[in-house]
């Protein structure tokens, strides 16, 4: 296994395309899948394109910020997206809940008057949200505002299906894979969205190019339960609605649950072992990624999870 | 492709109660509340047509007498203390909005119900705990000592974060803070 990278800051300025942006939940809950991220972009030789951020903060949380005080979650969200901003860098998050909020906080600051709001608040920190210059082929200067991508819209637009298949090492022939989307995914604002809010189709191709097989189960789109402070809230709620898509899932005789976001994963893992009637692992995608492209196991950091994927492991985890 | 059906189950014992059924008094109807949802952000709640898509697609109103629709009726008339307790029993999943065909948010009017509530009856506990770690760590998850010593296993470094990158990032978290009075709000020390 090649050593881990960070890019010294400065190269990345005219070096990677790309910012990434971990968020509170990966590096603080399920480091595994930090790790994985950095594996499958080492394999799929394109780290050169990427950088991490680490002057980034919490994006910060939808449920808390935005639920309390827009003016406060649109500041903070545009501090970070500045960050992208000084290195002409597009955004990318591997949570469906940073995802949304910068996704909703880029539209907002398209508005010149709440972003005048928010680059006064700004000024205290030395920073001022302007989106990136650019000059149109007519020759007319604009500003571009940062571009927020998920990681799933990079790998499958930006990388590519070919080039996923063509680095699996360990074809996951005979694996079940439910996917679950979470709402954020899908539905994130009003205006954008990056695939067919009622027909996504992204992650199941992705799963299926590692050789799973991604089975369809009823309610396949419908909330992890979590979202929005319900998990924080009304804990017996989001345990519900978990329930009735691990049930389904079940059902249907999926070996795992896969998931491009690492809070719809701590909810369908975590609230298994509370209920303790279904025991299906839950992945983040980057960890099944990393997986078929011959991770050590080891390195997906599956300690954190709740419900144990052993089985998997020792059916696909060997390195070739 | 196979397709199952799991049992729905209901989470509450208590009888879905219906709006009609519970007698209004003139004297609840605040006709100022539909000011201050629209101050909010949260649209106009009149425009909503009581059709209930919102409500058919909604997981928490599948699983509680806590319908969107009744919420949305209930603003538009004004009972401000009926609604109060609800706006955290959301999981902003918008599905909600995609279905209205009146164009109406429900997302975004709880949004906004949510910020009546912050400012009137004072946030819930998560919503001050996690401030706090966020203008503390400048992060909403704080990170146990398992973690750190399972970052280190895997080949990471052991705090995911540089330390001359977080605390500036942590100082400017405090100062935004400040700037928009989230402390003051929330009710959180920020220090000098
Ligand atoms: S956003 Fe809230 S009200 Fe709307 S469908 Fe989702 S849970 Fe229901
Ligand atoms: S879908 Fe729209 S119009 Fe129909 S009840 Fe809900 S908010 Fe009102």
Partial sequence: MASIWVIDTKDARTVAKYGLFYGCLIPNRYPGIERSIKIILEKLGCSQLFSEMPQATCCPVPGIFYSSDKETWLAIAARNLCIAQDRKQELVTFCNGCFSSFLMATEQLSDPKKLGVINRILKNVLMKYTGIPRVTPEGRRVLDPIKVRHFIDVLYNDIGLESIRSAVVNPLKGLKVAVHYGCHYLRPTERECIEDPVNPIMVDEIVESLGAESVNYENKLDCCGAGGGVRSYVVDLATAISKDKLMNISEVGADLIVTPCPYCLLQLDTVQGRLELTHIPVFHVAQLIALAMGAEPQYLGLEAHEVQADKIISKYGGTK | ?192
Wanted: charged content about 25%.
């Fill in chain 2, 1 to 192: 492709m196979a397709m199952g059906r799991a049992r729905k189950e209901f989470i509450t014992s208590e009888r879905e109660r219906l709006l009609e059924e519970v007698p209004i008094v003139d004297e609840e109807c605040n006709r100022d509340f539909i000011k201050a949802i629209i101050e909010m952000g949260g649209g106009d709640v009149q425009v909503c047509l009581q059709c209930g898509n919102c409500t058919g697609v909604c997981p928490v109103s599948l699983k509680t007498e806590n319908k969107i629709r009744n919420i949305i009726k209930m603003c538009q008339m004004g009972l401000k203390e009926k609604v109060l307790s609800t706006p955290w029993v959301c999981a902003t999943c918008h599905r909600c909005y995609e279905h209205c065909p009146a164009g109406m948010n429900p997302a975004e009017l709880i949004v906004a119900l949510r910020h009546i509530v912050v400012r009137e009856l004072g946030p819930p506990p998560f919503v001050v705990s996690i401030s706090n770690n966020v203008a503390n760590l400048g992060q909403a998850v704080e990170i146990s000592d398992e973690i750190l010593n399972l970052r280190k296993k895997i080949g990471l470094n052991e705090k995911p974060f540089d330390e001359r990158y977080r605390s500036k990032a942590i100082m400017d978290l405090k100062t935004i803070m400040k700037a928009t009075g989230y402390d003051k709000l929330i009710g959180i020390d920020l220090g000098d």
